[in-house]
């Protein structure tokens, strides 16, 4: 079993940014692609971004293209994504996933382990 943990959500203002960082615990996951979700307040959970297990390649939902990027770290076994000019639509909870292989888009079915997510709020 691979725990996956969010950390880095907050509070900030309209047009600010923030980075949240996803870790797993076991070095699994550098032979995975892994991505980011986010479930705003009533509405389902949807795609935000991901990154292949080399990081060659990454995808990105239409509504956060140009200000979201997501990046690896190998050495800390670490996924980040960085969250630019926010807005009040970009308030969720903010959810790291783990794939079942090095390469996942956005299906949610492609994706096995799942963290418990961080807030992010952002205030207008």
């Known amino acids: 079993q691979v725990q996956v943990t969010e950390s880095g959500g907050g509070l900030v203002q309209a047009g600010g940014s923030l980075r949240v960082s996803c870790g797993a615990s076991?070095?699994?996951?550098?032979?995975?692609?892994v991505g980011w979700f986010r479930r705003a307040p009533g509405k389902e959970r949807e795609f935000v971004a991901s990154?292949?297990?080399?990081?060659?390649?990454?995808n990105y939902a239409d509504s956060v293209k140009g200000r979201f990027t997501i990046s690896r770290d190998y050495g800390k076994s670490t996924v980040y994504l960085q969250m630019n000019n926010l807005t009040s639509e970009d308030t969720a909870i903010y959810l790291c996933?783990?794939?079942?292989?090095?390469?996942?888009?956005?299906?949610?079915?492609?994706?096995?382990?799942w963290g418990r997510g961080t807030q992010v709020t952002v205030s207008s």
């Open positions: 990154i292949s297990w080399n990081g060659d390649t990454t």
């Open positions: 076991r070095r699994t996951s550098s032979n995975n692609a």
């Open positions: 996933a783990v794939a079942r292989g090095p390469y996942s888009g956005s299906s949610q079915s492609n994706y096995q382990y």
